[in-house]
Every structure is written in structure tokens, then in C-alpha cells.
């Protein structure tokens, strides 16, 4: 199917690891410029080097996110480098684990500034040239838990709510104008954040971190439909799709690549 990408430029927040860099590196196959994100300016660098060396365009732009500065610095470099933004998939994320009676306000209201206001600082930046040039892409990456919240990571699984609805209340005010919203929300996926987590819980009970042994236990214990967990990949064809204009008609939508873990009819 051809996505019809060409000439589209894409700004993937947090494409220096894990899902955010799989949707880079697709996105680039097919034919979009894209501009890599993160904190790390090497790792940003490298996966520039290797998208350009597979024949692809790419540049590389560096922000931490919870800061208006460095958002403003980062969507003028991305701006700049390829004469504009079409797509925003809003991918970074950090997604600490505490218990919620050891959550304190703070850790809520800084971890709502880094995953929520980011979305506010990049969409108000970023979307009044979409709608000028009558087209443009916003995608949440959202979660599972957006819809399912579970007790150790409550002011994570609210920031991820609030990305749904941001889509949902950005579709509505950016209706008519050719720039549609939507979240994917992923379930389970093996990338560096989540293994980073995993060999952490495994320290904490004494035990050597496995990744098979890992999913085996996780799969049991959550009664995952697809009985696996998946890959960056399984995400990045869903942001793929929604980037293309084939996906004009869809917005406000959140759609759940999660292997069937949210056991509801939407
Ligand atoms: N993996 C899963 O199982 C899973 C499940 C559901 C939802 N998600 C969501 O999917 C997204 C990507 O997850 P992942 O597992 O691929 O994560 P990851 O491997 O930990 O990578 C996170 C990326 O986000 C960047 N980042 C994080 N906080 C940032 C900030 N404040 N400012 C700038 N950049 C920041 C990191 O950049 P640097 O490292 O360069 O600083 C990195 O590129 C997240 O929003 C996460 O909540 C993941």
C-alpha cells in the first residue's frame, strides 16, 4: 500500500529509543523527511546517520520537553530543516512506577508537565501551520493503562487519559481544517524504557532479569489475548497508517494496539 508520504516531514518526539525510533525509521521508508528527538544528542546523531546511510532523510533536534524554552528551540530546528512540519506524533514519555500512597503531589504534577504539557507546547507551536497549509497530522502516543489504570503507576496512567482526550478536544477544535488527532495506545512493548522497568522489578525480588521468563509470567498473569508482548514495530504501522492521508476520515479516535488488553468494546 503506498502511504503517500513523500514529501511529508514528520517530528517524532522521543524517536532516540524504542517505539519513537521504530516510527522514525518507518516513516523515513516511506518516503517522509523525519526529524529524530530526544535528551541524548549522540544516540540522535547515530540514527540520523543510519537512516541517511538507508537512503532516507533525517535531521536531528535536541529538548528536554518539560522545558517551553527547549520545546521553542526544537520545533525551530525542526521547522527549519525541512521547510515545515506536517506530522506530530507526540511519543516521548516518561512512565516511572511508584505506589500511589508513595506518589506525592509533586511526582503528579511533574510528571502532567513533562507527558501532558509537552503535547500543549509542541501542538500550539506546531498546528497553527498545518492548519495554514489546509493539512497535518497529530498523534498521541497513549497507553493501555490511558483506559485501564492499575495502582503502581496512577499519575502515569492519568497522563496517559489525558492524552486521549487531548486528541479527542484538539479533533473538535481543529475540525474542517485538514489536521486530524488521534491517539494510538499501545499495550505491552518490548523497548529499552520497558526492559529498563522489567530489570528493575526483577532486581527488587532477587532474581535475574529474562525477557522470555518475563513475558511468559507477564502473559499468565494479565491473560494477554495475543500471549506475547509486543514489538516497536506493531506500533509504528499503526502511527503509519493514521500519518497517511488515507486516514483523512479518522479523528479524534483512539485506537488500542495493546494485543487485547483492554477487555471493553472501545
Ligand atoms: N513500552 C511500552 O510497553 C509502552 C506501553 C504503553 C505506552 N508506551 C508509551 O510509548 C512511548 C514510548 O515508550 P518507549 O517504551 O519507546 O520509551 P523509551 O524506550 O523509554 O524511550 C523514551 C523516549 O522518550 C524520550 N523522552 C522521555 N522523556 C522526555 C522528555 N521529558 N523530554 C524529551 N525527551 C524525552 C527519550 O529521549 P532520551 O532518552 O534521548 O532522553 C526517549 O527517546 C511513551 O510515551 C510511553 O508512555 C510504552
Request: aromatic residues 6%; neutral net charge; proline residues 5%.
Amino acid at each position: 500500500m503506498d502511504l503517500h508520504l513523500t514529501g511529508k516531514c514528520a517530528l517524532i518526539t522521543g524517536s532516540t529509543s524504542g517505539i519513537g525510533k521504530q516510527t522514525a525509521k518507518l516513516l523515513a521508508a516511506e518516503g517522509a523527511s523525519v526529524i529524530i528527538h530526544g535528551r541524548r544528542k549522540p544516540e540522535a546523531d547515530r540514527i540520523v546517520q543510519e537512516i541517511v546511510s538507508a537512503g532516507g532523510r533525517a535531521f536531528a533536534a535536541i529538548g528536554e520537553l518539560a522545558s517551553d524554552d527547549q520545546v521553542a528551540e526544537v520545533v525551530k530546528t525542526a521547522t527549519a530543516a525541512f521547510g515545515g512540519i506536517d506530522i506530530l506524533v507526540n511519543n516521548a514519555g516518561a512512565f516511572p512506577m511508584k505506589p500511589w500512597l508513595q506518589t506525592t503531589a509533586s511526582d503528579w504534577t511533574d510528571l502532567y508537565n513533562s507527558n501532558v504539557g509537552s503535547v500543549v507546547r509542541l501542538v500550539t507551536l506546531i498546528a497553527p501551520a498545518m492548519v495554514e497549509r489546509k493539512w497535518g497530522r497529530i498523534i498521541m502516543i497513549g497507553s493501555y493503562l490511558g483506559s485501564m489504570p492499575g495502582s503502581p503507576a496512577a499519575n502515569y496512567a492519568t497522563t496517559k487519559t489525558a492524552m486521549i482526550a487531548q486528541a479527542v478536544s484538539l479533533a473538535r477544535e481543529l475540525g474542517g481544517t485538514g489536521v486530524t488527532a488521534n491517539t494510538v495506545s499501545p499495550g505491552p512493548i518490548r523497548t529499552p524504557g520497558m526492559e529498563g522497568l522489567a530489570k528493575k522489578m526483577a532486581a527488587a525480588q532477587g532474581q535475574e532479569y529474562d525477557f522470555e521468563a518475563f513475558e511468559h509470567a507477564y502473559v499468565e498473569r494479565t491473560r494477554l489475548p495475543a500471549g506475547k508482548i509486543g514489538a516497536p514495530a506493531d506500533i509504528a504501522n499503526a502511527v503509519a497508517f493514521l500519518s497517511s492521508p488515507l486516514a483523512d476520515f479518522i479523528t479524534g479516535a483512539n485506537l488500542r494496539v495493546d494485543g487485547g488488553m483492554v477487555p471493553t468494546i472501545n
